[in-house]
Structures are given as structure tokens and as C-alpha cells.
């Protein structure tokens, strides 16, 4: 597997990528991008570790895999490449974006935010093409978990966005007493109408980034 990664997080990460379980998850990886479609394209499946370095964190969004739509996932939790139709999830995104903070945010490729410390991370970096979940138990998990913990014990004052139960299990990852944790339902339609909806977490984030001495995010269009 092609490991585009930043030297920043190559250093924390080389442990994990020595462990058994990485030589297995990089096999399966290999074999289901062989054998047929599957997402983000193998180089994009990296790209939020090498977007955001990890001393230029600030925010971290996480999301649970990979859009298994084929164009729709580029490697960053949520985000389409512009042109490509939004997903749902991102639709609702933006209407909070707009609520929240009277953004009218049009690109869909949200690689701006990954460029000012947000870390668009999914939990599970790929997936089987028309099959959500499909990548889910291999291993992943255990890498994500790392940068996780990682970011909560070496940093200080981020900003956590849990959107539903899945990205909420994470907590134990994260120390509280050292970083902001915004927890709300998913914007999923299924969801976004039971408290994802009126949870202002893009004001929250900038808030509290602006309350010890950070410059806040800019949510709209680069």
C-alpha cells in the first residue's frame, strides 16, 4: 500500500504500521482494491494525514468511512470533490454551516478546512464500492484510535466534533480536561432532525479556538 503520509504523523504512526495487524489490513486492502471499485482512489486514502500536519491540528471532525458512492470520497471525512453531487450528509452540514454562522458554503471539497488544522478524519480509511461498512473490523480502527490518542495526549486545546453514536464512542480516546467535545447526533437525514440541527458547532469550535489564542476557522469558501 502506498503510505502518503506526513512526516509528522509518520513519526507517531511507524509503531502501528510495524504491528502484525498492519501487514494484514495492508494485504486486504490490496487484494479488494484488486479485485474490484473500491474508495477513496488509493492515493487519496492517506489525505487527511498529509493535509493536516499534525502540529497544525485545531479541529478534529471525525466520520465513520469512506462515501461508497465511486467519484464521491477523496480521502477527507464528508467532503466531495466539486462537481461531483453532495452527499446527504454534507447537505445538512451546510445547512447547519448556515444557520450557525450565516455561511452559504457552495464547494463541497472541504480540502480548505483540512488546510487550516481541521482533521477530516474517518474512522475506517476504505471501503468496498456499494458497500458501506465493508473495510470495518480490519484494522483501521486501531490506526485511527492511535492518531486519536495521539492528538489528545501530546496536544492541547483542540476541538473534537463527535456527529453520532459511532464518532461518540471515541471519547475514551480523548482527555476532556485538555480539549473541547462537541457531541451531537449525525447529519444524516435519518438523524440530523433529533439535535444535529441548532448544535452550532462551527461558532462553538471558533470560540473556543479564539478563547486560547488561536485564529478561528474560516467555514466558507476559500
Same mark, same amino acid.
Given at each position: 500500500?502506498? +503510505?502518503? +503520509? #506526513? @512526516? %509528522? ?32 482512489? =488509493? ?18 471532525? !471525525?466520520?465513520?468511512?469512506?462515501? $461508497? ?6 480521502? !477527507? ?5 466539486? =462537481?461531483?453531487?453532495?452527499?446527504? %450528509? ?9 444557520? #450557525? ?6 464547494? /463541497?471539497?472541504? %480540502? ?22 465493508? $473495510? ?11 492518531? +486519536? ?15 453520532? =453514536? ?5 471519547? /475514551?480516546? +480523548? ?8 457531541? @451531537? ?25 479564539? @478563547?486560547?489564542?488561536?485564529? @478561528?476557522?474560516?467555514?466558507?469558501? %476559500?
Amino acid at each position: 500500500m502506498d +503510505i502518503r +503520509i #506526513d @512526516a %509528522s504523523w509518520k513519526a507517531r504512526l511507524e509503531g502501528e504500521f510495524a504491528q502484525p495487524y498492519w501487514e494484514r489490513l495492508a494485504a486486504f486492502v490490496k487484494a479488494e482494491y484488486a479485485a474490484g471499485p473500491c474508495c477513496p482512489p =488509493g492515493k487519496t486514502i492517506f489525505r487527511a494525514f498529509d493535509l493536516t500536519p499534525f502540529e497544525q491540528v485545531k479541529v478534529v471532525i !471525525l466520520g465513520q468511512d469512506p462515501y $461508497h458512492t465511486p467519484g464521491a470520497a477523496m480521502g !477527507l471525512c464528508f467532503s466531495v470533490p466539486d =462537481g461531483h453531487p453532495p452527499q446527504p %450528509s454534507l447537505q445538512n452540514i451546510f445547512k447547519e454551516l448556515s444557520t #450557525d454562522v450565516g455561511i452559504e458554503r457552495t464547494h /463541497t471539497d472541504l %480540502s480548505d478546512w483540512a488546510g487550516q488544522g481541521v482533521f477530516l478524519l474517518n474512522s475506517v480509511l476504505t471501503v468496498r464500492a456499494g458497500a458501506a461498512g465493508s $473495510h470495518a473490523a480490519k484494522g483501521w480502527e486501531k490506526l485511527t484510535d492511535s492518531a +486519536i490518542r495521539h492528538l489528545s495526549a501530546e496536544r492541547s486545546n483542540l476541538v473534537f466534533i463527535l456527529w453520532g =453514536g459511532y464518532a461518540q464512542a471515541k471519547r /475514551t480516546l +480523548i482527555d476532556p480536561g485538555k480539549h473541547l467535545v462537541l457531541a @451531537a447526533p449525525h447529519p444524516s437525514p435519518l438523524s440530523a432532525s433529533k439535535g444535529f440541527f441548532g448544535s452550532k458547532p462551527f461558532s462553538q469550535a471558533n470560540a473556543y479556538l479564539q @478563547a486560547h489564542g488561536q485564529a @478561528a476557522i474560516a467555514w466558507g469558501e %476559500s
